[in-house]
């Protein structure tokens, strides 16, 4: 399967602990994005990564979320001292070199409940 | 006023219908625009993918971009049980990275 792959795919959390999800672009994208989606709300963008440099990170909350794409293994996402409100979905999307307009692929998502 | 709406639905056709999907928006730096499937629980699917003003055709669907009104549309002719899904439209800057997207609209295709 060369689509992009995320993992878990469910994630449960205690309020105050630490998330980590993961995910891996399709083979030759090295260009790496972050969604959320809330209940009933559509795709909200939240950081744009390459490898070892986080490009746009206008998206995301200023505390508690972190985003890594290091040179060898996958992209991270990572919430410390997780709340209720970060309950949602959270999408990886992936593209090839940066022309202009290159399409960006989704995988499946982890979707993450606060307990 | 959010950068693009949608309208939500639910939408419920029966087999064989055309449907049109639409969004609009208020941003003339919008340049690309994408159409996405998500199935339940699953991830976005990308279904067309168009740059300029006009139709663009594939299959059973096909895309419209209207930028002096700033609005866009999918249609599916011959709609089948399995196109039932939420569909996503999303747009894009030229220069930018992010994808803004609508906020969804579930169709059900009735056999």
């Known amino acids: 399967n060369a689509g992009v792959m995320q993992n878990p795919r469910h994630l449960v959390r205690r309020r105050g602990q630490e998330a980590r999800l993961r995910c891996s672009p399709m083979k030759g994208h090295s260009h790496v994005y972050w969604y959320r989606q809330l209940p009933e709300e559509g795709l909200k963008f939240m950081v744009y990564l390459q490898k070892e440099n986080i490009i746009d990170e206008s998206g995301m909350p200023k505390e508690r979320f972190s985003a890594e794409f290091p040179k060898e293994g996958p992209s991270i996402l990572r919430i410390q001292q997780v709340v209720r409100g970060d309950s949602a979905a959270y999408f990886c999307?992936?593209?090839?070199?940066?022309?202009?307009?290159?399409?960006?692929?989704f995988g499946d998502g982890t979707r993450l409940s606060i307990l | 006023q959010k950068e693009v709406e949608q309208d939500p639905g639910p939408l419920s056709v029966p087999e064989g219908a055309i449907v049109s999907l639409n969004c609009t928006y208020s941003n003339s730096a919008f340049q690309y625009f994408m159409w996405y499937r998500q199935y339940s629980r699953k991830g976005p699917e990308l279904l067309m993918y168009t740059y300029s003003s006009g139709n663009k055709e594939d299959g059973r669907f096909t895309a419209q971009v209207d930028k002096s009104s700033k609005y866009i549309s999918l249609f599916i002719r011959d709609s089948q049980p399995s196109d039932s899904a939420t569909y996503l439209c999303a747009m894009k800057e030229t220069s930018g990275s992010r994808l803004t997207f609508g906020e969804g609209t579930q169709l059900t295709v009735n056999p």
């Open positions: 999307a992936s593209s090839a070199v940066l022309l202009e307009g290159q399409p960006q692929h």
